[in-house]
């Protein structure tokens, strides 16, 4: 059974600019979270979709934002790059959320230059 | 408000010692999840375990044991003759009954010498 799959891996991008992480999910999975991960605040939820509504979402501005499609599958865009943005990007999967178990994937990182 | 708290930063022990990582949780609510993940240098979140609110009773999985207790509102997490391959940070989450979101904890290091 294939795991959670986030593309890219790695990504540099410069301040100012605006980047898409992409999240698949475990297949039958319907909701999909995404957390940021620093070394200063930890592991922070972003914000969870289910059957493409956005269900949750966590105390970050406007500049990130997410989608998700038909087939389960989430994007995730962060618009005008700030320095600390810079951070681990996970993507976590999970049957139906509220209390199921959740299984990331290997997560993007983001470095802003 | 809903607050996770893994006092323990980092911990040192040498192979074959049993470690026991602590978490505190704080919440309102009567149902709610617990978890425990494991993160290794490749940065994936491994889940390790789930308990709801309603079964405190302890569990065992291998080396790994948990110690659930609602009365201290403490979800502890035992390694059993520790490896090198336990090294890695451990985060202990809450969730809501109905909520989507996981809080995390700060995590803990665990380092294991040989």
């Known amino acids: 059974k294939a795991g959670v799959t986030q593309t890219p891996r790695y990504l540099i991008k410069t301040r100012g600019q605006q980047v898409t992480l992409s999240c698949s999910p475990i297949s039958g999975h319907r909701s999909v ?13 972003l914000f969870e979709y289910f059957s493409e509504t956005q269900r949750n979402k ?25 320095l600390g943005d810079s951070a681990l990007y996970l993507c976590a999967s999970s049957r139906t959320g509220g209390g199921t178990e959740a299984f990331f994937g290997q997560g993007t990182r983001l470095t802003v230059v | 408000a809903q607050k996770v708290t893994q006092a323990q930063t ?34 994936e979140l491994v889940f390790l375990i ?11 999985s291998g080396r790994y044991s948990w110690n659930f207790q609602k009365s201290t509102s403490s979800f ?23 909520g989507t979101a996981l809080i995390f904890g700060k995590g803990t290091t665990l380092s294991v010498s040989s």
């Open chain 1, 33 to 45: 979270s995404w957390y940021q991960q620093t070394p200063g605040q930890g592991l922070q939820f």
């Open chain 1, 58 to 82: 966590g105390n970050f501005p406007g500049r990130f934002s997410g989608r998700q499609f038909s087939n389960s599958r989430s994007e995730m865009n962060v618009s005008t790059l700030e």
């Open chain 2, 10 to 43: 980092e911990i040192s022990v040498v192979e074959k010692e049993d470690v026991t990582l602590d978490c505190v949780y704080e919440t309102r609510d009567t149902t709610y999840y617990l978890f425990w993940y494991k993160q290794p240098p490749s940065g």
């Open chain 2, 50 to 60: 789930r308990r709801n609110s309603f079964d405190e009773q302890n569990e065992i």
């Open chain 2, 76 to 98: 502890n997490f035992t390694i059993t003759a520790s490896q090198v391959v336990d090294s890695a940070v451990y985060f202990c989450a809450l969730s809501e009954a109905w």
